[in-house]
């Protein structure tokens, strides 16, 4: 009862109408900003500027480590899986290639589009695509190895345009501060896709059980992903931030977070396995999730101790998820969550939104100062007499607008992709690279396959 | 019939011998340029200047970045082939370690000598070395697998040489701009590399077939390779772009090229296979040829949509290239291409010239300003009458001086190679770690040959 | 006689209790400095700056390479053991993320605190964090596959701790300059790890030879470590040198070193091969040499060709190291040294220790001019009478005290570690990751070792 996997001409199809229309958009909206723009150099002599106050200069090498973490962060991060490592990090690839050009254009329209109706374009705006993209990747994690790149593709570019929307009401409507993207990106992204994982729930995925796990080299591969992320992390938290001490402040409370994690992680997968032994799945996602719970408050007074108190928690409760929550789900709720997003992103996303609430909520003139205080939360403009009381209020509503948005975007994505139009996989074909890729070295090279399918035979 | 593939005595031989004379040379010629010697404390103070307008500061994290494409990007793009991984990373390091001291060299007495004959050096010499062994590694790739470590010395010792007068033939004598050198490094390293496979030509080489494939992990492997250039290629094209708008624009022209070709190249590689399945091959390669494409136009006035064009019609190209055009080189013209570098850098190179010229030919005092143009296209000194229109002509006569240079200079050093001194393997026996790696785990490790091995003997 | 390395209880408890102990101490002492607090806003505009000078903005991108080299490039570095690659990485993972805490609170103690007992940190304390943590990794290329984590925990405690107060010694008391840390990072890292397994000594450790040897694709892995270390290792070495030109001069001096060394390894390690073929052991550690040999001496005019000679011999010290030194270490003076760290980071260091006290003791002002010799030695306040040869004697004394440090310290650790408490694997446990990961794949995954053990079982 194998499915057709082939996307022989829907695949190409979709991929050329895209980018088609998306130099046509380009053509239309998309024009350099002042800074990237040649005029530039009239510009700096007018306003007696170095070359250096171009935002270049303050954004590239975050925007760059960002980059790596879209790229060989969530794609190695996803190869974990015995015979679907060309899907992770080739699908990986996929959707944010395809992503960054529509998040330039969605994310252009609400925040960057000028008097003529031009977008203009700089190294702020690639950031910000990288990001749009990272909840879409976020949302794979859950459907890996279950949907077709024609669905991804699908699921992109909803992902994206969702995104867009949720970021624009959290930052410019309700004017959360949300630096790191606990909520628009984390929460939103995790909840998009637990809900697609959901409304494409597959009763009879034990067909594929023998493909769904790792082996010892897929699981170095994926430690590549794991470290990437950690490592640049403090870039990822800081790179919108505010220029000088914003950025500083957002790496300090990112690192530490993130180290106190990984002692906390290890600690309960210990804890938990009978022989005291750790867990690779453990040691690959929770290790990360500090990172995400301090998003939103990377940029606050969060204090030291504070990032390490977030770390501390968010190791625990993520190694847990893994332990009791992913089985939970996958049995009761029916969401087969492939990596464990719930846990990864999810569950530190809210958290992360609920810190932010409470740092912004608890802010004094006599912690920041009272310029620090407008420079920091951006009490400027209309936004000029919000009180940090009331700045947490706008906290938390961000972090449920984004709650709204995942749950209710992934459910109405989720009945799109259920359409038998995709070229999605069968049960039993499911983590299995062959359907989509040309694996050349079928029997011989995957001595694990061959033998396991070797004694299923027998077993029949 | 084994060749002697022994280099106990050459190899050593030729590796103290040039590391002596590195030393020698650099003894007498190369020094400190003003921003890295202890005096710059003193020219700080005279010229009111801050620390950070050290150009480290506005080149460094480019220079990183680009040094991470030439040790991990092509290091581990070539790791492919399921037998000669070492040979690809540590003779990519080889050729790397070497060819950057001797373009040092190179370069400086083209570029950087001064009044004393000493060479001055700073940041921008490091990048523009990398760059220049960028050159010998793409020529490496159409060889890889087939010659001795020795005759990638040679190789790297001439085509660094040849590289050093193009560049100062292209950029100072006809002043073509080429900032992400497509034609100086794409279009010669490419032409140089194919030549030479050309003149050392294997009509046995289908003898070693049963090692000219990928396994399982080594495609992944290769796919660290490919996403590192991806990533950090607007870091190759801006790095020695002029400070502030020049290196932001060609950031943005980079990332956009470099975008659109994922999804004509994913979009071919499905259509022309007959299950709709993807190929390694293509996304490890071609993935990459938008970002050649653009290396010249890069810092030019391209537009945003202008760049997603250039991707598009490379991604287009260069996977129908891996498709038709290798098998036939192979067949009809006698030149095995091991990586395929003709569709990733040949001709990708030559769109770029081509894209270049017309970019400079269409410049206009509207676009650009009148102080940008200047700027952009350095109309200053002897060239300061230039229009865009000659400028357009300088860019065309530089392809042509690129292309003549690397044609030209590979079947000189090819000539030279086909000299039966070099250690170089037997038809038989190329693409293997073997021949000059001590690999520990001959049988046991490796099911997949030891399968093949049996299966081969068995049908003899 | 298998040894009890269920470290259910102690792991956990372990690490909860140092993580707390950590958030009570970061609660007490740990607070943002200057430039990473909100008030900086007040500062700026005050003192009249902008927000580039923001010491961020000097130091983020080499704080970033410094942390790829402690978590991807130590931790892969050490994958190349068949079947120890999880420990590698997650244990390396675990040490520095543990250590980089505890470094922040020591080395507070010694170099940041201010008049109200507070340690104020900013990204130079991230990176100096990260730079002691080193001095463990180096530490725990020693004894890997031999210890239990537990064990690490304890070592890190320790090493961190010395570390500091070796670092306060050699800089801030004798006034020695070490920026890349030849003496204090690696001398007294990789005599700290000698010493530990020294005491740790395992007559019967060839009872785990099955395990004690690399698979292809693991040599593979282990290269990414080595070259995300070899690339970044300017990084490292500049990353604290002084703003402008020291910075400057430190990334083209370790540049050159570590070209160097690259050709004279790879040329040893052919010449001592009866069949000139390479080995990826060499290859993999020696080749970093030069970047450890410069480390004290990369900020100095060393001049470009003294760079060079630096790397030339280290490259053939080191490899010379692997292939006479490690196995009669092993034989004679019962030191067992899994990575080889004398080769890689003893001997270098030693002589990187040397080198920086002829570069000091022969410095002028005729090379380096009035404000550069000041400026480049920092020779103020108390030290403003100091004159070069004087400096000379300081960095020989300061490489006498590193060495002391690592000698004693390791033999005081190695003693505690000696307890028959900490779960360290049995003699034909060792190299196993199976002791203390779940390893999902134990047979099939695994052709190797089960036709190893297959073999043996036979023999048997």
Redesign the interface.
Known sequence: MLRNT????S??AV??V???A???L??IF???NE????????H??ANNL?????D???R???F??V??MI??GF??LM?FL??Y??GA??FN??IA??G??WALLMQGWFHSLDAEGKIR???EN?INADFCVASCLIAYGAVLGKVS?VQLLVLTLFGVTLFAVDEYIIVSVIHARDAGGSMSIHTFGAYYGLCISWMLYRPNLNQSSRLQ?????S???A??GT??L???W??FNSAISD???G???A??NT??A???????C???S??F????????VH?QNS?LAGGVAVGTAAEF?L???GA??VG?CCGIISTLGYIYLTPFMEKHLKIQDTCGIHNLHAMPGLIGGIVGAITAASASKS???E???I??FDFEGKFKDVVPTQQGGYQAAGLCVALCFGVGGGILVGCILRLPIWGDPADDNCFNDEA??????E??????LH??NHMQNKDV
């Open positions: 082939n996307v022989h001409i695949f190409p991929c050329f895209w980018q088609t998306m130099i046509i380009f053509g998309i024009r350099y800074e990237s723009d040649p005029h530039w150099v009239e700096k002599k170095s070359d250096l106050d171009n270049f200069y303050f590239y090498p975050s760059q480590d980059h790596v790229f060989i794609g190695f190869t015995k015979r490592s060309f990090v080739g690839f996929l290639a395809f960054i050009q374009i700089g190294v690639l790149n796990g790792s082996v010892y080299h699981d170095v591969f430690m590549i470290l990437f950690w490592m640049f403090p870039s220029h000088g001490d950025q500083h402040r790496v300090i690192y530490l993130l180290a106190s994690t990984v002692l906390t290890m600690a309960i210990s804890l396995n009978k022989h005291g032994k750790l867990d690779m040691i290790t007074m204090m030291p101790y390490l108190i501390f912690v920041y100062g310029e620090g205080l420079n920091t989509y890729w040309e694996v050349r070295d029997e011989a090279a995957s001595p694990v033998y396991n």
